[in-house]
Each structure stands twice: as C-alpha cells, then as structure tokens.
C-alpha cells in the first residue's frame, strides 16, 4: 500500500476533519431550507459557486492564487434496495472505481441527524496524479430513499478549510419523502467507465451542447499531437483588486509520450495512448486517469473551441468531470 510522510500526514487531517463534522452534525440545529435539488433541501453554502447538471448538483470553493479546491456533489434521489451499510458499500464501488487510496478508507458509524433522516459515510485519502486529495462519500438515507453527496478537496489544507462548510451542509439536508424519483440514479449508477480505463466508450460521453467540429478536427489533421494551452483567468476583489492569470499546458509527442506544465513549471510526465474518443494517460508516477476529448466548441461557451477536453480525476486545477477548452498557445 502506497504510504509516505504526506500520506500520512492527509490520513491524519482526513479523520480528524471527520470526526470534527460528524460532531458538528450533532450540534448544528436544521433551518429553514434556502435552496433545492431534486428530493434533497439544504441551506447552500455561501460564497460557494452553484452548478447544476442533469447527473447531480455541484458547489465549488476555489482559493484564488492557488490549486486549493473543495467540491460538494449532490445526486438525485433513488431508490434503496439493501441497509445503509449495503447501499454505502455499492455507492462507494461505483463511484471510487479505479482510484488508488493512500490510506485505508475510515468508516464511521451511521448517526441519525433528525428529521428521519440518516447518514453514513466513508473517507479515504485519494492518490491523484498532482497528489493526495481527500474523498468522502456521504450517504442520506429517509426510508426507502436515498441521496448521495461526495465531498472532494484537492489536499488536506483545504480539507481543514472547508471541513465546518461540509458539516453544516450535511446537517441541513432534508429528503422529500412525496416527490417522484428520477431513474436512473446519479451517483449510485454513475458511469464507471469515467474511472476505469477498460470500459467501452458511450455516446452519452459527448456534451448536449456545442460538440464536435469536423472542418476544426480537419483544421489539426484529426490529431492531438502538439502541443495545447488552456488559460484562466481569475479577479480577487477588494480595495485593491488582483488578476491571476493560470496556465495550464500539455503537449503530446507523436511517440506516445506526454508532459504537462502550469506556469510553465513541469508537472507531469508519462506515456498516452488514444483510444476512441478517449486519452488513457499514463504518468510516470501516480495512477492512470482518462480523458475525453473531441476538436470543436465548448458545451457552455461557443467562443471556446480547440481540444476540447475533460479528466475523470482533479487535473486541470480541480476540474473532476469539467470541458476545458485547449488551444495552441499563444
């Protein structure tokens, strides 16, 4: 088992911060629910950034200046068909398939947080290709019903960070026990070939909106080889407002090897090969990931084309599941 000081050291933050917000369920009081996805009503974190899919409900906090992330994923409601800890273990095999733990998983045990409502979770320091994040699978169980929620932070001082957040999030939610569920389920009966590299390629794989161009992949002789930047740009606002500007950059030699670099500091290396309408990447050290791609426009934002590309891991400044829009640098 893969194990170093900073295993250890995220290990540690990890059940600390777990017992910490399973305490905090304990004491935080349920509210008035401000906001709403599917079966699930919750207080919304503030300040967090709100997007909804047609898979699940995702709220992001990003640190400006840094790599620093926590994601909170809500699923749709579905239905139970075993216990808590049955429907816990199967969740976690669908969602966790393929990732390498730096630590073994710690399961505490279930705690009813009121309102019929019940929780039981799973944590795990995850090995990525840029390090070790942190994993915790929540799930809320209401008689027959069920809803997931995956809290995932990019290392362990945002973990530290956003550990009071998760709590009060997870404290607040409610489970409507009349409304019809939607099948199939988000998470529970996720696609798993988004984690393992084996899995047959599905259409659904491509965005509703924007999409492949031919006249583009033409444009790059249908090939990835070459070198691709993406670029973002964040404001901090204050009394004296701050620009960063992020650089993310991959090239893709024609022997089958790649590097990445963001600020034009070598991050990664290792080998690639294409395989359909997916990258399965290989790094020198870390475990192996995927990505989708296609040349066209972005789903979201026509203006953004290129090697449209998207990672089944935290890759491009915590981008878990996000199209990113790459171009020949400037």
Known sequence: MF??????????????????????LLLTPLGASADRFDIASFEAPAGWSRKERADGLVFESRQVGSDSVCLMTVSRGYSATAS????????????????????????????????????ARRIAPVQTPKGISIAA?????????????????????????CGNV????LASMQLDMTMPLTEPAALANADSSATHPDS?????????????????????????????????TTITWGPAPVKFRHVF????????????????VPTETGTYR???????????????????????????????WGLILRSNVDWAAGDTGEWRAFKPPE
Do not use: C
């Open 137 to 161: 699978l929540n799930l809320l169980r209401k008689g027959d019903r069920l809803v997931l929620v995956l809290v995932s932070v990019s290392d362990g001082e945002a973990w530290d960070r």
């Open 249 to 264: 950059n991959i090239r893709f030699e024609r022997d089958g090897k790649y590097r990445i670099a963001s600020q034009n």
């Open 166 to 169: 998760h709590g009060d999030f």
């Open 274 to 304: 294409l395989d359909g309408q997916r990258i399965l990447m290989r790094p020198t050290s870390g475990a192996d990931y995927v990505l989708d791609w296609y040349f066209g426009t972005h789903p979201e934002a026509s203006a953004n």
């Open 3 to 24: 194990r170093t000081d900073q295993a250890s050291r995220v290990a540690a933050y990890a059940q600390r911060r777990g017992r910490m917000a399973l305490l905090l």
């Open 200 to 232: 047959t390629v599905r259409p659904d794989r491509l965005p509703a909106q924007g999409g492949p161009d031919p006249q583009m992949a033409a444009k790059f002789n249908h090939s990835v080889v070459g070198e691709w930047q993406w670029v973002l």
């Open 84 to 119: 808590l800890r049955e429907e816990l273990d199967r969740a976690w095999t669908a969602v966790m398939e393929g990732r390498t733990f730096a630590d073994d998983p710690e399961t505490p045990a279930p705690l009813d947080i009121g309102n019929g409502v019940t929780i």
